[in-house]
């Protein structure tokens, strides 16, 4: 499977990925990942984009776009991949777009995760983490006043992102990037829109049948 998977804060985009990776035993890409990676190695693309982000700039598309096209060209990951936080802008997509053609891949979806704004507000406003070994509860199942993990006896707390103004203006930003994302999928007969908002096992099996039926 060749996949690009898109969704805003809070859908459950990151657990998709990794059971979808479980299920073809796909390579992940993560352009966040490849960037630390990158920048770890010293490699000649992580060195151009460490000396973006040490000025406090946003690292630009050909640098991204050469570390997927470097990952791409791997034997593990040419035929079998699950594209995941890229593209996020509509010249990225044809940025991607162009880079496919260059190296001969052809796409076989973009599952765009979909939610509604005011559940997700919700659901990551009950959101709790723990410091201690980094598990995440809601408070629908342990309850407001509880205040040690579970597991761990860590402190649990609220990430500040995770409140529901910052959380409204994420979703903005967010559907302002991807709508034009979404048209231009759509155009091109490759957008797959799947409701993000059900229970975890139940997306991850509509996104299942969505994949096998583009298949066929």
Do not use: W
Not at 16 to 36: N, P
Not at 89 to 106: M, S
Not at 145 to 151: G, Q
């Amino acid at each position: 499977m060749k996949i690009i998977l898109f969704g805003p804060p809070g859908v459950g985009k990151g657990t998709q990925a990794k059971l979808l990776v479980e299920e073809f035993h796909s390579a992940h890409i993560s352009t966040g990942d490849l960037l630390r990676e990158a920048v770890k190695n010293k490699t000649a693309l992580g060195l151009k984009a460490k000396s973006f982000m040490d000025a406090g700039n946003l690292v630009p598309d050909d640098v991204v776009i050469g570390l997927i096209e470097e990952v791409l060209k791997s034997d593990e990951a040419r035929d079998n991949f699950i594209l995941d936080g890229f593209p996020r802008t509509l010249p990225q997509a044809r940025a991607l777009d162009a880079l496919f053609e260059k190296i001969g891949i052809r796409l076989d979806s973009v599952i765009s995760l979909e939610v509604n704004n005011e559940e997700i507000i919700n659901r990551l406003d009950q959101r709790r983490l723990c410091r201690g070994c980094g598990r995440i509860y809601t408070i629908a199942r342990i309850g407001a006043d509880l205040k040690k993990c579970p597991s761990c006896g860590g402190e649990l707390y609220q990430r500040d992102d995770d409140k529901p103004e910052p959380v409204r203006r994420r979703l903005e930003v967010y559907q302002q990037q991807t709508k034009p994302l979404i048209e231009y999928y759509r155009e091109t007969d490759r957008l797959v829109p799947i409701d993000g908002m059900d229970e975890i096992g139940y997306v991850h099996k509509l996104v299942l049948d969505a994949l096998y039926k583009n298949r066929i």
